[in-house]
C-alpha cells in the first residue's frame, strides 16, 4: 500500500515539472519573437499600383501593369502585418518619359513619394521594376451611323410602309484614337420578330465592337420603329411621255399608253393616283445608240407609299417622223 502511494506522489510531481517546464519553454518562445519581430529586416513584398496625375492631354490605351515587387525594409512586425494584407501605392505618371513612339515612368525615382504614402517604420528601398512601360495616346471622338442587326419576317400579306427608323440614327463615340479610327458604325443587338402584322417599337442596346477598350458611346440603346401595314395590288395607265426631242423631229411611241403596277399598304392606298407617277422615255437613248428600236422606261418620281413597282411593257417601240 505504502509503495502504491509513493509512486502516485512521483507521478504528480514529474507532471508538475513537465508543465512548468513546458511553460517557461513557451513564454522563453513568445519572447524570443517578440525580439527577432521587434529587428529591422530588408525583404520583398508585392504592392498593388494606382495611376495617378496623368497630364489632361493623355490617355491610357491599354491597362499597364498593376502588381509590383518592391524590396523593402521594415520591422518584423510590419513584415509580418504586409504578408498578410496586401497594401497598395500610387505612382505618378505627370513625370511621363519618352523614347521614340514608346511612354514609360522610372519608379524609383518616385521612392520619396511613395515611402510618404507608407506607414508605420516600413521603408521601400527600391522597386524591383525599374521601368514601367505606359501606352500612352489621345482621346478621340467621332459621329458614327447606328446599324441595326434584324431579322423580321411578316405575316403574308403584310410589310413595312416605310424603312425602319432607328432614333438616334448616329451617335458619337469616344476613346483612345487607336480604336476610334477603326470603328466606322456601331451595331446593336440581335432583333428577331417573325410574323410581324403590327407596327415595331422596340428598345435595342448598342454593341461595342470586341477587341477595343476603353470606348464611351454618348447613348447605350436606341429606339427602332416601322409602321407595318397590309399590302394590296392596284394600277394605272398612264400616257407615254418622250423627252429631248429635237425639233423637226416627232417620236410616234408605241403602245401610247403603259400599264404601272404597284403595291402599297392599304392604309395609303386611296393616296395613289396616275399623278403619283412620273415615267418618261428619253430620245437621247436612240442618239447613243441608233440600231436600237425600242426605248426603256426611266422612273423618275413614284409616291412614297409605293412599295414596289412594274411597268408593262418593260420598253415600247417607235417611229421617227420629220
Same mark, same amino acid.
Given at each position: 500500500?505504502?509503495?502504491?502511494?509513493?509512486?502516485?506522489?512521483?507521478?504528480?510531481?514529474?507532471?508538475?515539472?513537465?508543465?512548468?517546464?513546458?511553460?517557461?519553454?513557451?513564454?522563453?518562445?513568445?519572447?524570443?519573437?517578440?525580439?527577432?519581430?521587434?529587428?529591422?529586416?530588408?525583404?520583398?513584398?508585392?504592392?498593388?499600383?494606382?495611376?495617378?496625375?496623368?497630364?489632361?492631354?493623355?490617355?491610357?490605351?491599354?491597362?499597364?501593369?498593376?502588381?509590383?515587387?518592391?524590396?523593402?525594409?521594415?520591422?518584423?512586425? *510590419?513584415?509580418?502585418?504586409?504578408?498578410?494584407?496586401?497594401?497598395?501605392?500610387?505612382?505618378?505618371?505627370? *513625370?511621363?518619359?519618352?523614347?521614340?513612339?514608346?511612354?514609360?515612368?522610372?519608379?524609383?525615382?518616385?521612392?520619396?513619394?511613395?515611402?510618404?504614402?507608407? =506607414?508605420?517604420?516600413?521603408?521601400?528601398?527600391?522597386?524591383?521594376?525599374?521601368?514601367?512601360?505606359?501606352?500612352?495616346?489621345?482621346?478621340?471622338?467621332?459621329?458614327?451611323?447606328?446599324?441595326?442587326?434584324?431579322?423580321?419576317?411578316?405575316?403574308?400579306?403584310?410589310?413595312? =410602309?416605310?424603312?425602319?427608323?432607328?432614333?438616334?440614327?448616329?451617335?458619337?463615340?469616344?476613346?483612345?484614337?487607336?480604336?476610334?479610327?477603326?470603328?466606322?458604325?456601331?451595331?446593336?443587338?440581335?432583333?428577331?420578330?417573325?410574323?410581324?402584322?403590327?407596327?415595331?417599337?422596340?428598345?435595342?442596346?448598342?454593341?461595342?465592337?470586341?477587341? =477595343?477598350?476603353?470606348?464611351?458611346?454618348?447613348?447605350?440603346?436606341?429606339?427602332? =420603329?416601322?409602321?407595318?401595314?397590309?399590302?394590296?395590288?392596284?394600277?394605272?395607265?398612264?400616257?407615254?411621255?418622250?423627252?429631248?426631242?429635237?425639233?423637226?423631229?416627232?417620236?410616234?411611241?408605241?403602245?401610247?399608253?403603259?400599264?404601272?403596277?404597284?403595291?402599297?399598304?392599304?392604309?395609303?392606298?386611296?393616296?395613289?393616283?396616275?399623278?403619283?407617277?412620273?415615267?418618261?422615255?428619253?430620245?437621247?437613248?436612240?442618239?447613243?445608240?441608233?440600231?436600237?428600236?425600242?426605248?426603256?422606261?426611266?422612273?423618275?418620281?413614284?409616291?412614297?407609299?409605293?412599295?414596289?413597282?412594274?411597268?408593262?411593257?418593260?420598253?415600247?417601240?417607235?417611229?421617227?417622223?420629220?
Amino acid at each position: 500500500m505504502k509503495t502504491s502511494l509513493k509512486k502516485s506522489d512521483l507521478t504528480l510531481q514529474n507532471n508538475r515539472k513537465t508543465k512548468v517546464f513546458i511553460f517557461f519553454l513557451v513564454l522563453t518562445s513568445i519572447i524570443w519573437l517578440l525580439i527577432e519581430l521587434s529587428k529591422t529586416y530588408t525583404s520583398s513584398a508585392e504592392f498593388k499600383i494606382v495611376y495617378k496625375n496623368l497630364p489632361s492631354d493623355k490617355l491610357v490605351q491599354v491597362k499597364p501593369i498593376s502588381n509590383v515587387e518592391v524590396a523593402i525594409r521594415a520591422p518584423g512586425f *510590419s513584415l509580418l502585418k504586409r504578408k498578410i494584407k496586401s497594401q497598395k501605392i500610387s505612382l505618378s505618371l505627370n *513625370s511621363l518619359l519618352k523614347k521614340g513612339t514608346s511612354h514609360y515612368i522610372l519608379p524609383n525615382t518616385q521612392l520619396s513619394n511613395l515611402n510618404a504614402q507608407l =506607414t508605420g517604420e516600413t521603408e521601400i528601398i527600391r522597386i524591383l521594376k525599374d521601368t514601367i512601360f505606359i501606352e500612352i495616346g489621345k482621346n478621340s471622338t467621332k459621329k458614327v451611323p447606328i446599324i441595326p442587326k434584324t431579322d423580321i419576317q411578316f405575316k403574308l400579306g403584310y410589310n413595312f =410602309t416605310e424603312k425602319l427608323k432607328v432614333s438616334p440614327d448616329s451617335i458619337f463615340i469616344s476613346g483612345p484614337n487607336k480604336y476610334i479610327d477603326s470603328i466606322d458604325y456601331i451595331a446593336t443587338t440581335q432583333l428577331k420578330l417573325y410574323d410581324i402584322y403590327e407596327n415595331i417599337n422596340e428598345k435595342l442596346n448598342l454593341v461595342i465592337p470586341k477587341n =477595343t477598350k476603353n470606348v464611351v458611346l454618348s447613348t447605350n440603346t436606341v429606339k427602332l =420603329t416601322a409602321i407595318v401595314d397590309k399590302f394590296t395590288e392596284g394600277s394605272f395607265k398612264i400616257p407615254v411621255t418622250v423627252i429631248n426631242q429635237p425639233d423637226g423631229i416627232n417620236v410616234n411611241p408605241f403602245p401610247k399608253q403603259i400599264e404601272v403596277i404597284f403595291q402599297a399598304g392599304l392604309s395609303n392606298f386611296n393616296k395613289i393616283n396616275e399623278n403619283s407617277f412620273l415615267i418618261v422615255f428619253d430620245y437621247k437613248q436612240y442618239e447613243n445608240d441608233t440600231t436600237t428600236h425600242f426605248l426603256t422606261p426611266i422612273i423618275k418620281q413614284k409616291s412614297e407609299y409605293i412599295s414596289s413597282l412594274k411597268i408593262n411593257p418593260a420598253h415600247i417601240e417607235f417611229l421617227l417622223q420629220k
